[in-house]
């Protein structure tokens, strides 16, 4: 995850802002140059405050430090929202005077973040004071069964090892109470969020977000409509052997399976019907020394990032995980709670590659520049990586796991990885639609319309009796806010940039069953074509530089549904 939205209105991306100067004042280039002086004199600073006391507030937990994170937030969104700012942004581009490529980017790109918190600042005080305080209400939250107290991560234990049904059942109803507790304050949010964006002249905030993030709502639910038809038949086939193995596994009849019995709070991720068990081979490793090595040997060493991170869970600390760049300009962290298992192992690939994408791109680029062309694309390196975890290449090669063995089990490694791909896409369309639906009417019964999705696109079935606000304890309806859709379209990228390495730089006859290690080429394409660039062009763009062609799903559909 890549974080950046605690602040809730600011869309673009945390921290931009910029002085006020009197609208007419100038249009030339040169004018605008001195428009983006006065601008980085002030919001540099500030910006790094708020990344700061956000990380140490994701840290704490402590009130005050949340306090403290939200001040920086609004003080930021008070000179976004600065009428006479945004009116001299808005005279720059409409004499169309700005045509130097790299101003020209930077105009767009202050135009729709300004564009955004076009607000009085009494809502967007209170929408960001309501983000933060519901956010730290979920980062403190500790699940309660009985007389224990449980992190997310002894709740992930429970629900992958544990064959007791009455216990699965105890600890997924108890992770889910977060959802009880905020969902009337989460509601009364997505309303105020709504009335931000009907008084910019959007139909609701689901569709702000997507239009001020160079994103067409038309084409997104176009993609997802695809997706769906794509992943349909394959996952309902694979749904049928994961009912097949749980049913055996717990001793329920396949249609009495309950959402518990599917090893995740979310069933968003796939559960371990293969003979392989990815968990051993990491029991007795250092996931954290692993990465040293790894990125070291692709040409994208990550020791400043690890040494300025928070690796290790305690209480009141963020359960999940996050990489954040505080100042750009070179200090980049990531939050962690690391055990050695697959999961945390996969993760930590994943936020380092989020960590890698800021830190090896050009700081001599305006700062405005500085950072990924899009919110997916980070997540698209992000997900490259984060996939090695269950590479069986790459558990030879990196982890030390005997070939012999890996031999044993790479069909099942390959397996497994197509499920989670398949399990993960339906999951995503979950979320997509009913954040959507969401927005467009939040009074809806938004319990009956959450469990409708699951059954549709997931497969599983309301627990009897159940009316919970099971949808409100997904902490990125809150916390990062029409984002999921990024996700599911970084897997794309993902798959694109695994055929593009693979088959133009590395030359290997099967790119997808790569290691993408031991070979500091993948880091240097990377960082040419990928970090270097920033967000100096569009996504597309970038993506066609990268990788020869714009963003496509020819490669996710070969790499997972086996379509050509």
């Known amino acids: 995850m890549k974080k950046g939205l605690l602040t809730i209105i600011i869309v673009i991306a945390l921290g931009l802002a910029a002085g006020a100067l009197e609208p007419g004042a100038g249009v030339t280039e040169n004018d605008f140059r001195t428009f983006l002086n006065a601008f980085e004199t002030k919001v540099i600073p500030l910006s790094k405050e708020s990344a700061l006391s956000g990380y140490n507030a994701s840290l704490s937990g402590k009130n005050a430090d949340y306090e403290k994170s939200s001040q920086a937030s609004i003080a930021i969104g008070k000179i976004y929202a600065d009428p006479a700012t945004f009116a001299k942004i808005k005279g720059f581009k409409e004499t169309g005077q700005i045509t130097d490529p790299l101003l020209e980017r930077q105009l767009d790109i202050l135009y729709l973040a300004f564009l955004g918190t076009q607000i009085d600042s009494t809502t967007l005080e209170e929408l960001i004071r309501r983000g933060n305080s519901i956010s730290q209400k979920f980062y403190t939250?500790?699940?309660?069964?009985?007389?224990?107290?449980?992190?997310?991560?002894?709740?992930d234990s429970i629900l992958s090892y544990s064959n007791n049904s009455a216990e699965l059942e105890a600890t997924w109803k108890a992770s889910k109470q977060i959802g009880s507790d905020i969902a009337p304050e989460l509601i009364g949010l997505v309303k105020l969020r709504n009335q931000a964006a009907h008084t910019l002249g959007f139909a609701n905030y689901y569709e702000m977000n997507l239009k001020l993030s160079e994103q067409d709502p038309a084409e997104i639910a176009a993609l997802f409509d695809q997706l769906d038809s794509l992943t349909r038949g394959p996952f309902r086939t694979a749904k049928a052997q994961i009912d097949s193995t749980l049913s055996i596994r717990y001793g329920v009849p396949g249609d009495q399976l309950q959402p518990w019995h599917y090893q995740n709070r979310f069933f968003q991720e796939a559960p371990s019907i293969y003979a392989v068990n990815f968990d051993a081979y990491y029991r007795d490793k250092d996931p954290v020394a692993l990465m040293r090595g790894y990125f070291a040997g692709i040409g994208l060493p990550v020791d400043s990032i690890l040494a300025h991170s928070d690796l290790y869970e305690r209480p009141g600390k963020y359960q999940h995980a996050y990489s954040t760049d505080i100042d750009r300009a070179?200090?980049?962290?990531?939050?962690?709670?690391?055990?050695?298992?697959?999961?945390?192992?996969?993760?930590?690939?994943?936020?380092?590659?989020?960590?890698?994408?800021?830190?090896?791109?050009?700081?001599?680029l305006p700062w405005l520049l500085r950072g990924s062309a899009h919110a997916?694309?980070?997540e698209a390196v992000?997900?490259?990586?984060?996939?090695l975890a269950t590479n069986p290449q790459w558990l030879n090669e990196i982890v030390g796991v005997p070939k012999p063995e890996i031999d044993k089990v790479a069909g099942d490694c390959v397996r497994m990885q197509h499920l989670t791909q398949l399990v993960f896409s339906r999951w995503a369309q979950v979320m997509v639609r009913f954040e959507r639906a969401?927005?467009?009417?939040?009074?809806?019964?938004?319990?009956?319309?959450?469990?409708?999705?699951?059954?549709?696109?997931?497969?599983?079935h309301c627990p009897e009796g159940r009316n919970e606000a099971d949808w409100a304890s997904k902490i990125h309806l809150t916390d990062a806010p029409v984002y999921y859709h990024n996700y599911l379209i970084a897997e794309l990228l993902a798959s694109q940039f695994a055929e593009t390495i693979g088959n133009k730089v590395l030359k290997v006859p099967d790119?997808?069953?790569s290691a993408f290690a031991r070979d500091p080429r993948i880091g240097k394409f990377f960082a040419e074509n990928v970090f270097y660039p920033g967000a100096r062009y569009?996504?597309?763009?970038?993506?066609?530089?990268?990788?020869?062609?714009?963003?496509?799903?020819?490669?996710y559909a070969r790499q997972f549904m086996g379509i050509n």
């Open 538 to 555: 569009s996504w597309n763009e970038m993506i066609e530089r990268a990788t020869g062609e714009k963003l496509t799903s020819v490669y």
């Open 511 to 513: 790119p997808f069953n």
């Open 141 to 155: 939250y500790r699940t309660k069964v009985g007389d224990r107290i449980l992190s997310d991560n002894q709740v």
């Open 382 to 387: 992000a997900n490259f990586f984060g996939r």
């Open 330 to 364: 070179g200090d980049v962290r990531i939050v962690c709670n690391v055990r050695p298992d697959c999961s945390w192992t996969g993760t930590l690939l994943h936020e380092l590659g989020h960590g890698v994408y800021d830190y090896y791109g050009d700081r001599q």
């Open 376 to 378: 997916f694309t980070t």
């Open 438 to 460: 969401m927005y467009e009417n939040p009074d809806q019964d938004l319990n009956k319309l959450w469990w409708d999705m699951v059954e549709k696109y997931q497969g599983l």
